[in-house]
């Protein structure tokens, strides 16, 4: 699946309506986010039950400050409604990887409980 543009208007159905979603908060102008935004890309066709979400935060600043983006790019990954991880940073594709597999693995009974 390809990636999906999020906006203000989509953000909260689009993390309330699916299961796992990883969102790439990212600017036109940062050079992290063009070396990190073909890896998110790639990631994002390899895991298609997965969506896969890019903010431009040049286009959506009231959702940038919203969501708490102090740097790009940034990963945040909601699973059934709730986030569940946020970093600022460019990863590898392997780092990506592995984050996707915990995602995955992450059991929302307990998380919700603590």
């Known amino acids: 699946m390809a990636t999906t543009t999020i906006t203000s208007d989509n953000f909260e159905q689009t993390i309330s309506g699916n299961d796992l979603v990883l969102i790439d908060f990212w600017a036109t102008w940062c050079g992290p986010c063009k070396a990190f935004g073909p890896i998110f890309d790639k990631a994002s066709e390899q895991n298609t039950d997965i969506v896969f979400g890019k903010v431009d935060i040049d286009k959506n600043q009231d959702l940038a400050a919203a969501a708490g983006i102090q740097a790009v790019p940034t990963l945040m990954i909601a699973k059934q409604g709730q986030i569940i991880f946020k970093q600022a940073g460019a990863l590898r594709a392997s780092d990506l990887d592995d984050l996707?597999?915990?995602?995955?693995?992450a059991d929302m009974d307990?998380?919700?409980?603590?």
């Open 110 to 114: 307990t998380a919700t409980q603590e």
């Open 100 to 105: 996707i597999e915990q995602a995955r693995q």
